[in-house]
């Protein structure tokens, strides 16, 4: 555990989460900030700063719990779908240092768009490219 964690405390019981699911290894609360009703994270509740760090078997239960948990969020919310995303590092956008899964249920004219809409414009890989970057990211699994 990390001591300056707010879900690092959350997890010990330090600080009060509205706690929705847990396993040995994962702990699912709404968010505290939702960006929908039933917006709720997923986290381990050993402290790791980057999926990169999670080990095997504390991702599997935590995906256990993400599995469990999103038919879950849009059955209580009446939800036709879920965005379930990641922000891994800060540079993605992740404010917490700690490995955290969102669960964002969609609703039909919610203004809300795919997350292809963050990233604009596609870099334009040729063919040759995409083999490349293929090739490498294959090599490195």
Excluded: W
């Excluded at 300056?4 to 330090?14: H, L, Q, S």
């Excluded at 078997?57 to 993400?66: G, K, N, P, S, V």
């Excluded at 992740?94 to 203004?111: A, K, T």
């Amino acid at each position: 555990m990390s001591e300056d964690c707010i879900f690092c405390a959350i997890v010990d019981g330090d600080i009060p989460g509205r706690i929705v699911d847990e396993n040995d290894d994962a702990i699912a609360f709404l968010d505290a900030n939702p960006l929908a009703e039933g917006h709720t994270l997923v986290v381990p509740k050993a402290h790791h700063e980057r999926l990169n760090d999670v080990p095997d078997d504390e991702a599997t239960e935590l995906y256990a719990a993400i599995h469990r948990v999103v038919p879950a969020v849009e059955d209580a919310v009446d939800a036709r779908a879920t965005t379930v995303a990641f922000n891994n590092g800060e540079l993605a956008g992740q404010e917490v240092p700690h490995v955290h899964c969102h669960v964002v249920p969609r609703f039909e004219d919610d203004g809300n768009r795919p997350i292809h809409s963050i990233f604009g414009a596609s870099p334009g890989l040729s063919d040759d490219d995409l083999d490349a970057v293929a090739a490498s990211i294959e090599d490195r699994c």
